[in-house]
Nanobody, 124 residues
Framework: VQVVESGGGLVQAGGSLRLSCAAS????????MGWFRQAPGKEREFVAG????????YYADSVKGRFTISRDIAKNTVYLQMNNLNPEDTAVYHC??????????????????WGQGTQVTVSS
């Protein structure tokens, strides 16, 4: 499956952005999806995930209450709504996919397919 992110940009602290991840696979509903981010000089970190079967969302503590992951199976798309952004959220955000995992996945090496990423910059 190919995944392509969009929706990044420059926003002031306290603002909002919505990222989209479009998947090429028609059986999109079989895939668990995740959002990761990577800031310069830092490792790629988990942001949010959504399970393939029930669409259950789960989050990193750093974004809980501010970010919301959702999916539209009919559109083969997963979203990341980001509210109350702060400069520490600045990073390249990547979408990732894996087929039918049995657990909640938070590590990059647990995902099989990756997009190129979209830049999110939050100014203070």
């Amino acid at each position: 499956v190919q995944v392509v992110e969009s929706g990044g940009g420059l926003v002031q602290a306290g603002g909002s952005l919505r990222l989209s991840c479009a998947a090429s696979e028609r059986t999109f509903g079989r895939y668990a999806m995740g959002w990761f981010r990577q800031a310069p000089g830092k490792e790629r970190e988990f942001v949010a995930g959504i399970t393939w079967n029930y669409g259950t969302a789960y989050y990193a503590d750093s974004v809980k209450g501010r970010f919301t992951i959702s999916r539209d199976i009919a559109k083969n798309t997963v979203y990341l709504q980001m509210n109350n952004l702060n400069p520490e959220d600045t990073a390249v955000y990547h979408c990732a996919a894996v087929v039918r995992p049995t657990t909640l996945l938070r590590e990059p090496n647990e995902y099989s397919y990756w997009g190129q990423g979209t830049q999110v910059t939050v100014s203070s």
